[in-house]
């Protein structure tokens, strides 16, 4: 995600480029979703800010001039990710881990690693993250007592990385803090907080029937306000996921949630859960088969 302090320069720039509201967030982001960056109030992912820059043509380091190595390098990773290039991916986790392992003590390389690595596995299903880097990362995130923005952000960039039961872990925790100790009137906190659980919540659908079923009961307990939309649609998102997986039966998913998303406007949102859901059901499917033949 990007920070919501960076919506203001990218407003500067898209209005010199004389781009419209409208003109820049078609098809890849919401216009509301957009203005409220711009406003300060939001974050934005990474993939979206880029692919907007990229239709304005605007080099992503007009954006992040100034700013130091760790969100240069993610908007780096971002665009290769954007652009599907799996070489570009994996090159920048190879350099990440060699920085690693000539400084192994570091913790800001540990997590630069991990990010590099977990958008490379997700990608490709390639691992380049050791066993031993592993449990240094699963060691550091244990260590995570008050869950500001940064820890957040880093138990959500590296998911794919992480075994299921300390998903499950941290995500439960994750969800506890909300409940009874959530920042006041901290949108950014809320909003990432959100949606790092709700992928969580993905990734175990995906590996491990056993935990998705215990954090689907955790989730149950969040009550949302009505200003997080998105994130309302996504905890609707993660029940269907769980009713196909558990029946196979996407009727309902593809017939009835998916049009009424589209037809209330939110495009893009369909489009990112679509994707979701392909992976989902790739793996249901294989679980399914490999079932039957035992």
Same mark, same amino acid.
Request: glycine residues 2%; hydrophobic residues 40%; positive net charge.
């Given at each position: 995600m990007i920070d919501s302090k960076y919506g203001k320069r990218f407003k500067q720039l898209r209005l010199q480029k004389n781009f419209s509201l409208d003109n820049a967030s078609i098809g890849i982001t919401s216009k509301s979703s957009l203005y409220y960056w711009e406003k300060g109030q939001r974050n934005m992912p990474f993939d979206k800010v880029v692919a907007m820059l990229n239709r304005m043509r605007i080099p992503s380091e007009e954006l992040y001039f100034g700013l130091n190595d760790e969100y240069r390098y993610?908007?780096?990773?971002?665009?290769?990710?954007?652009?599907?290039? +799996?070489?570009?991916?994996?090159?920048?986790?190879?350099?990440?881990?060699?920085?690693?392992?000539?400084?192994?003590?570091? +913790?800001?390389?540990?997590? &630069?690693a991990a990010i590099s690595c977990n958008f490379l596995k997700y990608s490709t299903n390639e691992l380049l993250f050791s066993p031993k880097n592993l449990a240094n990362l699963e060691e550091l995130l244990s260590e995570i007592k008050e869950w500001n923005f940064e820890d957040i952000f880093n138990f959500g960039n590296t998911l794919s990385l992480l075994p299921n039961k300390r998903i499950f872990g941290l995500a439960k925790l994750l969800i506890r803090v909300y409940l009874e100790n959530k920042p006041k009137n901290y949108f950014k906190w809320e909003h990432a907080a959100l949606n790092t659980i709700f992928n969580a919540s993905v990734i175990l659908i995906m590996n491990d029937? +056993?935990?998705?079923?215990?954090?689907?009961? #955790?989730?149950?307990?969040? +009550?949302?306000?009505?200003?997080?939309?998105?994130? &309302?649609?996504?905890?609707?998102?993660?029940? #269907?996921?769980?009713?196909?997986?558990e029946t196979t039966d996407d009727t309902e998913i593809i017939n009835h949630f998916f049009p009424i998303i589209e037809y209330l406007g939110f495009a893009d949102l369909s489009m990112e859960m679509k994707k979701a859901f392909v992976k989902v059901k790739k793996i249901v499917e294989e679980r399914t088969k490999k079932n039957k033949i035992i």
């Amino acid at each position: 995600m990007i920070d919501s302090k960076y919506g203001k320069r990218f407003k500067q720039l898209r209005l010199q480029k004389n781009f419209s509201l409208d003109n820049a967030s078609i098809g890849i982001t919401s216009k509301s979703s957009l203005y409220y960056w711009e406003k300060g109030q939001r974050n934005m992912p990474f993939d979206k800010v880029v692919a907007m820059l990229n239709r304005m043509r605007i080099p992503s380091e007009e954006l992040y001039f100034g700013l130091n190595d760790e969100y240069r390098y993610m908007i780096e990773i971002s665009d290769a990710y954007l652009e599907n290039d +799996k070489q570009k991916l994996k090159h920048l986790a190879i350099i990440s881990l060699k920085q690693l392992r000539e400084n192994s003590q570091d +913790k800001n390389l540990l997590i &630069k690693a991990a990010i590099s690595c977990n958008f490379l596995k997700y990608s490709t299903n390639e691992l380049l993250f050791s066993p031993k880097n592993l449990a240094n990362l699963e060691e550091l995130l244990s260590e995570i007592k008050e869950w500001n923005f940064e820890d957040i952000f880093n138990f959500g960039n590296t998911l794919s990385l992480l075994p299921n039961k300390r998903i499950f872990g941290l995500a439960k925790l994750l969800i506890r803090v909300y409940l009874e100790n959530k920042p006041k009137n901290y949108f950014k906190w809320e909003h990432a907080a959100l949606n790092t659980i709700f992928n969580a919540s993905v990734i175990l659908i995906m590996n491990d029937c +056993k935990y998705s079923s215990k954090l689907i009961s #955790e989730l149950k307990l969040l +009550k949302i306000d009505d200003i997080f939309a998105f994130e &309302k649609i996504r905890l609707t998102f993660i029940s #269907e996921l769980v009713n196909y997986s558990e029946t196979t039966d996407d009727t309902e998913i593809i017939n009835h949630f998916f049009p009424i998303i589209e037809y209330l406007g939110f495009a893009d949102l369909s489009m990112e859960m679509k994707k979701a859901f392909v992976k989902v059901k790739k793996i249901v499917e294989e679980r399914t088969k490999k079932n039957k033949i035992i």
